[in-house]
Every structure is written in structure tokens, then in C-alpha cells.
């Protein structure tokens, strides 16, 4: 299993980027494909997911209206479509597989190494 994610950078607040994450090994209705963020010496925290169940999204309260999770089938992508960005949103993003159908999940089975996306002036 391999999540490798891309499209991190150095953003002006109120500006975007695209996130992606090209997975391997699985198939999207083996696990759960999602989102999360970390800054150093803090928790991880849960951004959004696609079930592996019946596709339905799921985000969290507090980026819900910015960020929007899709995925490709065909080309084994996740993206993250993040929109207005704060410098609060300054972290380093993972792409994430589980096997529940729960979010945020109890525990991660698989993430990537992690994409760094600085919102500063």
C-alpha cells in the first residue's frame, strides 16, 4: 500500500490550492481514502473522507464550506480542493487510508509522508 500526496506550497491568505494523492495496492472500496493535518506538537486532526462504502463525504465541522474532497476512480487519486486559506491551515497534510467507515477514525492503517502547505503574506 502506497499514498503518495503532491500540490503543497507557500499561499497568500484568501488564496487555493489543490492537494492530490495517488494511492497504490488498494482499491477505494477497500478502505477509507481521506484527509489529515498536522502541525508539530499538536494533534492529528481529521479533514475529510470518502467512505469506502458508498462514497459519501464527510468533513469536519470546522473546514466544512472550504475544503472539498473528491476522488478519480480510474486514475486512484484523492484530492483536496482547499479554498480561502488561513494561516491557521498552515500544516503539513496526509493522505490516509482505515478500514472503518467511521470519521474521524479511531486510528489510520495508512498515510503518506505528507505535504507541506504554508498560508502566509
Known amino acids: 500500500v502506497q499514498l503518495v500526496e503532491s500540490g503543497g506550497g507557500l499561499v497568500q491568505p484568501g488564496g487555493s490550492l489543490r492537494l492530490s494523492c495517488k494511492v497504490s495496492?488498494?482499491?477505494?472500496?477497500?478502505?477509507?481514502v481521506g484527509w489529515f493535518r498536522q502541525v508539530p506538537g499538536k494533534e492529528r486532526e481529521a479533514i475529510s473522507c470518502?467512505?469506502?462504502?458508498?462514497?459519501?463525504?464527510y468533513y469536519s465541522d470546522s473546514l466544512r464550506g472550504r475544503f472539498t474532497i473528491s476522488r478519480d476512480i480510474a486514475k486512484k487519486t484523492i484530492d483536496l480542493q482547499m479554498n480561502k486559506l488561513e494561516p491557521e491551515d498552515t500544516a503539513v497534510y496526509h493522505c490516509?487510508?482505515?478500514?472503518?467507515?467511521?470519521?474521524?477514525?479511531?486510528?489510520?492503517?495508512?498515510w503518506g509522508a505528507g505535504t507541506q502547505v504554508t498560508v502566509s503574506s
Open positions: 490516509a487510508a482505515w478500514d472503518s467507515v467511521w470519521f474521524p477514525p479511531s486510528s489510520y492503517k495508512y
Open positions: 495496492g488498494f482499491n477505494f472500496d477497500d478502505y477509507t
Open positions: 470518502i467512505s469506502r462504502s458508498d462514497g459519501r463525504t
